[in-house]
């Protein structure tokens, strides 16, 4: 079945360090991939898209490429502040499905000033 | 932000009681999601709806009935609480379609004894 699969966490970088999380899926039909964001006692929140191959997603410095080749969507960002500390969500949503999405597990990540 | 609203924010019942979680959106979105979220499972479709009385299943609805007699408002009901229902439960709209994102209220922290 459809799946998607994040690098465990938590990860822990300092301020103004390079991120990267890494996101692969599984999809019998053609995905669209998403990027979400949740803070502390908070709802998500959409971070980025992308809806085809070779499509890069971006928004307040995070970076994301969709990859059909190697079935990847990995999060960059250059430069890491505290206030990205959060857990992140890659997510898959498959065409005529009704718009569900299917989740990876998440990755909490924690920047030290 | 998105106009969803979920109630009660917070909820302790007991195993065998009956519980419903409140979604309400302002956007006049077509499609709403219940979703519950669970340390090391990412988020996790319960059911759906795309449109008034129109439902569907998702992957974990085991115990688990909803109800849309309106646009705005999607129900979900726990008909016999058990403690493996104890999770934080997310409310998701949509205007429909894979390639667009999905809205997420802030949560309701459900705790079965």
């Known amino acids: 079945g459809d799946s998607v699969t994040q690098m465990e966490g938590p990860v822990t970088l300092s301020e103004e360090a390079f991120l990267t999380i890494n996101c692969t899926y599984t999809?019998?039909?053609?995905?669209?991939l998403f990027w979400y964001v949740q803070y502390p006692g908070e709802g998500l929140q959409l971070l980025l898209k992308?809806?085809?191959?070779?499509d890069k997603g971006s928004n307040k410095g995070f970076e994301a490429t969709y990859r059909k080749e190697t079935t990847s969507f990995h999060l960059e960002k250059g430069s890491v502040q505290v206030s990205d500390s959060a857990v992140y969500f890659c997510?898959?949503?498959?065409?005529?499905?009704?718009?569900?999405?299917?989740f990876g597990q998440g990755t909490e990540l924690s920047v030290k000033p | 932000d998105a106009g969803i609203t979920q109630s009660p924010r917070h909820k302790v019942t007991e195993t065998g009681t009956p519980v419903t979680l409140r979604c309400h959106q302002t956007e006049n979105h077509r499609y709403m999601y219940w979703y519950r979220q669970d340390p090391g499972h990412g988020l996790r479709l319960i059911h759906y709806s795309y449109g008034v009385k129109d439902t569907d299943k998702g992957e974990v609805s085991d115990g688990y009935s909803v109800s849309r007699s309106k646009t705005e408002d999607f129900l979900l009901t726990l008909e016999s609480a058990t403690s493996s229902q104890t999770s934080v439960y997310f409310c998701a709209i949509s205007e429909g379609g894979s390639n667009q994102p999905q809205h997420f209220g802030d949560g309701t922290r459900l705790s079965i004894l």
């Open positions: 999809a019998t039909g053609y995905p669209s």
């Open positions: 992308a809806t085809k191959a070779d």
């Open positions: 997510a898959l949503s498959i065409y005529n499905q009704g718009g569900k999405l299917i």
